[in-house]
Each structure stands twice: as structure tokens, then as C-alpha cells.
């Protein structure tokens, strides 16, 4: 069965730099046809792509967030880690991983997101 | 990076079929046959239901079908049942190994 869970902080301030993990299990982060996509959703507003990255090191950001944007992997422990820096109460959204892949360019499936809330 | 373009609403009575719309563009949509739908139910994570267009993942209901015409994609929920009730949304591959999604389009059924 293949999971995915995110963690990190639920609040942090203004300006900070947010550090979110997905921790994968089921299927291996060298599998070449899969990878790990973040994608975030504002309370009560749609989902907004953000990440991804493969299995062969390929990323690829948002256009509009990629100067704030960095992800990574380690697939000796299984996560994919997401880094946004400069964050703003705008940010404040619900954050998921999701595998992807490379063929269809599908998420499937989610991990339960997390909430982050960027206040002061 | 435009946000595709669906309908806010759309709503049904049990036993009916409805549409929803998904209009991109010639950049992401119109070039490529790689649109899936997601179905969200509230406080849930979203659900894969369509990809590639028009195929469905093993355990979805044969009720829900995908298709495209130009630049728009189309899904369609036929026999609509209660459990249906949620938000859905649409995602392209937009080129240059980017994705888009929709704005999310409410069904109720009513």
C-alpha cells in the first residue's frame, strides 16, 4: 500500500522559511517512473501546484513561487523535502504530498495534508 | 501559469448526469492529452478519478467519464448519487515539466 504523510510546522511568521517533509512508503523514491509533487490549498480556495521531483533528480517548480521554492530528496530515508522561504500570512494553506507519474503525470495518491498557518 | 478556467457550481438530482468544463488553452489543455480530475470531499485529501483525459483509475465508479475537445476538457458524472457530492478539479500538464489546476468547481446534488 503506498502512503504518503507530510509534517512540519503548523504556524510560523512572517518572513520565516517553512520546511515541510513527506515521508513515502510503498514505492521507492528510485523508481524511475515516479516522484513526489507538493501542491498546497488556500483555506476555502483551490489547489495550486507547486513541486516536483523525480526520481532522477529532475525538479520542477511554479512558475509564479520558483525564487522561494527548493526541493529536495533523500531516498535512503524515504522523504522529499519541500523548502519555501520569505513566507506571508497569504501562504497560509494546506499543504500535500502526492506521488506522481512520469507517464500519465497523475497524483496518486495524497497524503492527508498539513495545515500551516503564517502569522505573528 | 494560468489557473484553467472551470464553472463554480453545478448541481444535479439523484439519477441525472452533469458536466463540468475545464477550459485551458492552446499552451497546456490543447497540446496535450495529459488533463486528470480530482474529486475532493470536505476536510479530505483529493482523489484521483480520471487521467490521461479519459481513463479511469482501478476503483472508480465507470459513472464518472473524461474527455476533450480543443482547449477544454469535460467531465461527466452519469447516475448521480448522493456520495458524489464534493469539489472537483482539473489539472493539465502545461509544458516545460508544469502542471496547472482549475479553480474548483462545487457539485451538488440535490
Known amino acids: 500500500q503506498v502512503t504518503l504523510k507530510e509534517s512540519g510546522p503548523v504556524l510560523v511568521k512572517p518572513t520565516e522559511t517553512l520546511t515541510l517533509t513527506c515521508t513515502v512508503s510503498?514505492?521507492?523514491?528510485?523508481?524511475?517512473?515516479?516522484?513526489v509533487s507538493w501542491i498546497r490549498q488556500p483555506p476555502g480556495k483551490a489547489l495550486e501546484w507547486l513541486a516536483h521531483i523525480f526520481s532522477n533528480d529532475e525538479k520542477s517548480y511554479s512558475t509564479s513561487l520558483k525564487s522561494r521554492l527548493t526541493i529536495s530528496k533523500d531516498t535512503s530515508k524515504s522523504q522529499v523535502v519541500l523548502t519555501m522561504t520569505n513566507m506571508d500570512p497569504v501562504d497560509t494553506a494546506t499543504y500535500y504530498c502526492a506521488r506522481i507519474s512520469f507517464s500519465s503525470i497523475t497524483f496518486d495518491p495524497w497524503g492527508q495534508g498539513t495545515l500551516v498557518t503564517v502569522s505573528s | 501559469q494560468s489557473a484553467l478556467t472551470q464553472p463554480a457550481s453545478v448541481s444535479g438530482s439523484p439519477g441525472q448526469s452533469i458536466t463540468i468544463s475545464c477550459t485551458g488553452t492552446?499552451?497546456?489543455?490543447?497540446?496535450?492529452?495529459?488533463v486528470s480530475w480530482y474529486q475532493q470531499h470536505p476536510g479530505k485529501a483529493p482523489k484521483l478519478m480520471i487521467y490521461?483525459?479519459?481513463k479511469r483509475p482501478s476503483g472508480v465508479s465507470n459513472r464518472f467519464s473524461g474527455s476533450k475537445s480543443g482547449n477544454t476538457a469535460s467531465l461527466t458524472i452519469s447516475g448521480l448519487q448522493a456520495e458524489d457530492e464534493a469539489d472537483y478539479y482539473c489539472?493539465?500538464?502545461?509544458?516545460?515539466?508544469?502542471?496547472?489546476f482549475g479553480g474548483g468547481t462545487k457539485l451538488t446534488v440535490l
Open positions: 490521461e483525459g479519459s
Open positions: 489539472c493539465s500538464y502545461a509544458g516545460s515539466s508544469t502542471m496547472v
Open positions: 492552446s499552451s497546456d489543455v490543447g497540446s496535450y492529452n495529459l
Open positions: 510503498g514505492f521507492s523514491l528510485s523508481n524511475a517512473r515516479m516522484g
